[in-house]
């Protein structure tokens, strides 16, 4: 078992890298076949992926499958292999999927030190579905907008820079990355807040947890000052052009670097999550 999910992370890690490879040979270098290497290397890392949560779910259930550590780092890989899958066919925002697929590739790596069996005292009732799920869908959108924030200032850097002009003109326009990075946390932080309230209820009939300053755990504050730093995000978002461009990119890419923390804190160190 422990040899399996090593190669599946090493399998979707190489696939996802070498699919992060084919974009940059496609849109830097124009090599004819990059684009094909693209989707042939991502679909193979999806569809192990994917192979791996079914022969999960068959075998532990799906609430079991989807508390498993290593079996919830496939699937946000997988997640965000396919938002990366998705830019690539976007002709506004190329370039952008390479800088998905690395993230993915990471997740995929990461897979291989996590453990690749159920949490024992976890809950097990039906509800943690769409608990876990709505914090991988979360998780997948915050990263694909931070991802267009880190992409819009790179961007945006060589513009006022007057560098790099060839590049500048083959990757996404400033305008679509804007777009696309507000879009992101508009979608996720619906779902981010309903996994945060799951997760309190989930809290609330643990018995281990109890008697515990469960409200100290790094998990939990780290995830809070996400969701304010979000929250405020989006009220932006929706009020008017308070914040655009590089202020909403780098909001964005701290977001990313928020959410990046709380995975690997609730993947290794979570009382919450063990």
Known sequence: MMSGHIAISIIGGIGFGLAAIGSYLGFRQHVKWAGSLLRVAALVAIAVGAAHLLRAVAGLGAVGALQNDFSAAVLLAGLIGLVGLGTHFSASLKGLDGFLFLVAAAVSFTGAATTNAPRADMTHRPWFIS?????????????????AGVAYLLVNRMLRRKRGTSLVGSVAPLESLERFGRWMPLLGFPLFTYGILTGLYGVAHRPDLSHTAWYLDLTFLLSAVAWAVYAYLCA??????????????????YGLGLIVVVFFVREFSSRLHQ
């Open 131 to 147: 608990h876990a799920l709505a914090f991988s869908l979360s998780a997948t959108f915050f990263i694909a907008g931070g991802v």
């Open 236 to 253: 932006a978002s929706l009020r008017g052009p308070h914040i655009r461009g590089r202020r909403a990119a780098v909001l964005s890419t």
